[in-house]
């Protein structure tokens, strides 16, 4: 059993950045690949990132050259970065760990991402 918890999700101007952080607990992070969803209201929830436990790192088309995912085994923890966001990207985003990429065995609680103009 692993135990994630998001942060650093809130309110930014288009154009601006976040980087979303997910501190795990239970297991260590490296044991699992580890992934970015995201749900916007009234859509379903969608990918946006992922990264092997190898560090290969995998994107939306919608977000590629723009986020960047990444992980620190050492602070068991997964970053998001999120640069020149678009009001479409205002959604919940949730952190999940996997046994592969693309898929989530554990979920966080998600963080909030609100992008104005």
């Known amino acids: 059993q692993v135990q994630l918890v998001e942060s650093g999700g809130g309110l930014v101007q288009a154009g601006g950045s976040l980087r979303l952080s997910c501190a795990a607990s239970?297991?260590?992070?490296?044991?699992?690949?580890m992934n970015w969803f995201r749900q916007a209201p009234g859509k379903e929830r969608e990918f946006v990132a992922a990264?092997?436990?190898?560090?290969?790192?995998y994107y939306a088309d919608s977000v590629k050259g723009r986020f960047t995912i990444s992980r620190d085994n050492g602070k068991n923890t997964v970053y998001l970065q999120m640069n020149s966001l678009k009001l479409e990207d205002t959604a919940v985003y949730y952190c999940?760990?996997?046994?592969?990429?693309?898929?989530?065995?554990?979920w966080g609680q998600g963080t909030q991402v609100t992008v104005s103009s």
């Open positions: 999940a760990a996997g046994v592969l990429v693309k898929q989530g065995d554990y």
């Open positions: 239970g297991r260590t992070l490296s044991t699992y690949a």
């Open positions: 990264i092997s436990r190898g560090g290969r790192t």
